[in-house]
């Protein structure tokens, strides 16, 4: 059961009108969706039992992962095995696939994330910077990277889990998150997505910023 703040957290980002290509995909309105808003609830509080002290701000949501999933950086795989090296996911904790989840393969950049975690046995709170998925307009069955306005648009959610969670570090994943909250004003350091062959960069960029003092 979440408490008060996560599920107000959740409202609040299911309310969010998006434009055109851009999938709200926790909307109140779609049935569907709540199975979604279930599933971040109980990683919100999952976390929140774990206390993380650092953020990592992603781009925006794949199709193949958190638009299926609705939890950030995670895909069908993760929901149907057993908990991972952090005792996340995992049966019996109420996660559910929603039935949509059926063919579409998983996302590879959520499993790449999850095995550098727990290489470094490293367990940050994960976001986007856009927190709905941005697609071709008519195929959405497709990623794009979010425009600056949709990315604006997510900067209070990023910045309310900071107050939501102990965190004392935000770190952006990759180019577009570090160019959105450097518009919202938010200098952060920068590490390499895990996308596209960016699993040896995004590793060697957290193994630097704990040597530099980044506690998990």
């Not at 600056?148 to 900067?155: Q, V």
């Not at 004003?185 to 895990?194: A, L, N, Q, S, T």
């Not at 960016?198 to 630097?208: D, I, N, S, T, Y």
């Amino acid at each position: 059961m979440s408490t008060p703040s996560i599920s107000a957290f959740v409202d609040r980002l299911a309310a969010v009108a998006t434009g055109p290509g851009c999938n709200n995909f926790f909307n109140h309105a779609v049935p569907a969706n709540a199975q979604r808003q279930r599933n971040l609830g109980i990683y919100l509080q999952e976390m929140l039992d774990r206390s993380p002290k650092v953020l990592l701000v992603g781009e925006a949501p794949g199709f193949r992962g958190m638009r299926i999933t609705g939890v950030p950086f995670t895909n069908r795989t993760m929901f149907e095995g057993p908990a991972n090296s952090f005792g996340l996911f995992g049966p019996g904790k109420g996660y559910v696939l929603p039935a949509e989840a059926a063919g579409i393969p998983s996302e590879p950049t959520a499993t790449v994330m999850w095995q550098v975690l727990s290489e470094l046995e490293f367990l940050p709170l994960l976001w986007s910077a856009c927190p709905w998925h941005t697609h071709v307009p008519g195929r959405p069955l497709s990623n794009r990277t979010p425009k600056p306005a949709e990315a604006a648009l997510g900067t209070p959610f990023w910045q309310a889990l900071t107050q939501l969670f102990p965190i004392e570090s935000v770190v952006a994943v990759g180019n577009v998150a570090h160019r959105s909250l450097q518009r919202s004003g938010f200098d952060v350091p920068k590490i390499r997505h895990p996308a596209h062959g960016g699993r040896a960069g995004f590793k060697r960029g957290l193994e630097e910023l704990m040597e530099a003092g980044m506690q998990p």
